[in-house]
């Protein structure tokens, strides 16, 4: 049974940083495109970061070079360093597995950024 278990959010103010860590069991991250999503309020769940099996990374535009993706095999966990952190980023983080043929969400983390 693969599960995808997202920690590390909290409250922080804004140009503050946080790290969110997923960590995964019963499937190898190495093995499939591994990333990040999130839904802010009244918002759909939107595109965060995404790493491909060999390394390669990819990022949505409102990032702006403000978050990190990246995956430690032996440890099995893929993080997200957020990195000056913005009122607009407040909302659930969720970590996502892109296996086929059923990709995987972990359950979520809230990240609160205070202005």
């Known amino acids: 049974q693969v599960q995808l278990v997202e920690s590390g959010g909290g409250v922080v103010q804004a140009g503050g940083s946080l790290t969110l860590s997923c960590a995964v069991s019963?499937?190898?991250?190495?093995?499939?495109?591994a990333g990040w999503y999130r839904q802010v309020p009244g918002k759909e769940r939107e595109f965060v970061a995404l790493m491909s099996p060999g390394g390669d990374t990819s990022y949505a535009t409102f990032v702006r070079d403000r978050f990190t993706i990246s995956r430690d095999n032996p440890q099995n966990t893929i993080a997200l360093q957020l990195d000056a952190l913005e009122s607009e980023d407040t909302g659930v983080y969720y970590c996502?597995?892109?296996?086929?043929?059923?990709?995987?969400w972990g359950r979520g983390t809230q990240v609160t950024v205070s202005s």
């Open positions: 996502h597995l892109n296996s086929w043929p059923q990709p995987f």
């Open positions: 019963g499937r190898s991250v190495s093995t499939d495109s």
